[in-house]
């Protein structure tokens, strides 16, 4: 078992757009439709802000979004805002109910 | 409003054992699988254990596997880890999260509880 790869960090200025990849193998990120992203901002617990790949659950804002291709998903995070300064995790189901998150990215609003 | 409220951390010796809770409401408790992540300090998240809605199903994951046993009591809203022959490499945050049904996502999460293996 090992974890998802994710840049250690991105950074962006406010307003500007910013993307994770998250890249897995054929046997968890390629092989399944349930990739998930979490937020967690020092000493608090993850939020969830998208699962199935791309849906958003109620309430969290449509400047979060998701993606994948092949192996790798993505989290692009558009009109980037102060709050959004953060580390974010992805996950993944691996089968045989086995679960995967990814390395983290810290995301710095300059 | 759904919460989740671990307890139970704490400091133990390398090889001992200590046993959290989680207390859940909001929500139809014994409808849900229900799981366990860690965090070790300044790390990322790991997941550790599954169990389903009914209690009939587990899951863990390897580095945990034969050492911490995963459990519920429904009529009390209560999910519990008992962690046997701790290890340092077990030191972390614990969180409880709560399933997403058939979406294998976690949709709430407690506060996390810190176990620290320690000599």
């Known amino acids: 078992q090992s974890a998802l790869t994710q840049p250690p960090s991105v950074s962006g200025s406010p307003g500007q757009s910013v993307t994770i990849s998250c890249t897995g193998t054929s046997s968890d990120v390629g092989g399944y439709a349930y990739v998930s992203w979490y937020q967690q901002h020092p000493g608090k617990a993850p939020k969830l802000i998208i699962f199935?790949?791309?849906k958003r659950p109620s309430g969290v804002p449509d400047r979060f979004s998701g993606s994948k291709s092949g192996n790798t998903a993505s989290l692009t995070i558009s009109g980037l805002q102060a709050e959004h300064e953060a580390d974010y995790y992805c996950s993944s189901y691996a089968g045989s109910y086995t679960y995967f998150f990814g390395t983290g990215t810290k995301v710095t609003v300059l | 409003e759904v919460q989740l409220l671990e307890s139970g951390g704490g400091l133990v010796p390398p090889g001992g054992s200590l046993g959290l809770s989680c207390t859940a409401s909001?929500?139809?408790?014994?409808?849900?699988?229900m799981t366990w992540v860690r965090q070790a300090p300044g790390k990322g998240l790991e997941w550790v254990s599954s169990l389903s809605g009914s209690g009939s199903t587990r899951y863990y994951a390897d580095s945990v596997k034969g050492r911490f046993t995963i459990s519920r009591d429904n009529s009390k809203s209560t999910l519990y880890l008992q962690m046997n022959s701790l290890r340092v490499e077990d030191s972390a945050v614990y969180y409880c999260?709560?399933?997403?049904?058939?979406?294998?996502?976690?949709?709430?999460w407690g506060q996390g509880i810190l176990v620290t293996v320690s000599s």
């Open positions: 999260a709560k399933e997403v049904a058939a979406t294998f996502t976690f949709d709430y």
């Open positions: 909001g929500f139809t408790f014994s409808s849900y699988t």
């Open positions: 199935d790949v791309s």
